[in-house]
């Protein structure tokens, strides 16, 4: 069956493509995570969006097998957050929630694709409400960092506020919730201790705090 097979591990492949971006030119420690993040966030979104879709509308529960392309969309976003905490271990040690984040959400997508099998759909969309912002927020953040020393992006700052804190607004105050509330009412229900063990839930809840945080 598709949803039980191993697909060969695109990993290292992803890790090398964010290693590339990160290392393109640029000027600031900064601008090096939003690049990153922008190249990850919007194709996170789109990939996670398409692994939602394909499958039936009888499969897409918070604890269903995951497919095989569902476990490639993971990859890509351990990828990338493997990088990116690497990033800040190594120049912004002193940013422990943003740390933090990241050691939460690894342990989420780590153990949703190599040990549980289940529960990829409950992660994509996640994914998706936390990327669906990427966008904005990473232009809204270059263009805040990049005022002092290009003071035209000044004008780009102000023009990509207003977007910026209403999507924000929407998905995360809004559309998260809601998602949150439902995924709640299902994991304190038997049928989801058959498949994910109860304790693997309790970093879950941690990455919710930070997702609509």
């Known amino acids: 069956?598709?949803?039980?097979?191993?697909?060969?591990?695109?990993?290292?492949?992803?890790?090398?493509?964010?290693?590339?971006?990160?290392?393109?030119?640029?000027?600031?420690?900064?601008?090096?995570?939003?690049?990153?993040?922008?190249?990850?966030?919007?194709?996170?979104?789109?990939?996670?969006?398409?692994?939602?879709?394909?499958?039936?509308?009888?499969?897409?529960?918070?604890?269903?097998?995951?497919?095989?392309?569902?476990?490639?969309?993971?990859?890509?976003?351990?990828?990338?957050?493997?990088?990116?905490?690497?990033?800040?271990?190594?120049?912004?040690?002193s940013d422990i929630l943003f740390i933090a984040h990241h050691l939460v959400t690894l342990f989420m997508f780590l153990t949703c694709k190599y040990m549980v099998f289940?529960?990829?759909?409950?992660?994509?969309?996640?994914?998706?409400?936390?990327?669906?912002?990427?966008?904005?927020?990473?232009?809204?953040?270059l263009a805040n960092a990049c005022r002092v020393d290009v003071p035209t992006t000044t004008k780009l700052y102000e023009l990509s506020s207003p977007p910026f804190y209403v999507i924000y607004y929407v998905v995360r105050g809004l559309m998260g919730p809601v998602f949150i509330y439902r995924m709640g009412i299902f994991y304190k229900s038997d049928p989801a201790d058959n498949m994910i063990q109860r304790w693997l839930t309790v970093p879950g809840w941690l990455y919710l705090a930070f997702l609509v945080g």
């Open 1 to 93: 069956m598709e949803t039980l097979r191993s697909s060969v591990s695109t990993l290292p492949m992803f890790l090398l493509i964010f290693l590339v971006i990160y290392r393109s030119p640029h000027n600031q420690l900064e601008a090096s995570s939003c690049l990153i993040s922008l190249a990850q966030g919007t194709l996170a979104c789109l990939l996670a969006d398409f692994a939602i879709l394909q499958i039936e509308q009888s499969q897409r529960g918070f604890a269903s097998p995951n497919t095989i392309f569902q476990n490639t969309v993971l990859e890509f976003s351990i990828a990338y957050f493997l990088m990116d905490l690497l990033h800040y271990l190594i120049f912004f040690p």
């Open 118 to 141: 289940h529960g990829a759909f409950t992660l994509l969309v996640l994914l998706f409400l936390a990327e669906i912002t990427s966008g904005c927020q990473n232009i809204w953040t």
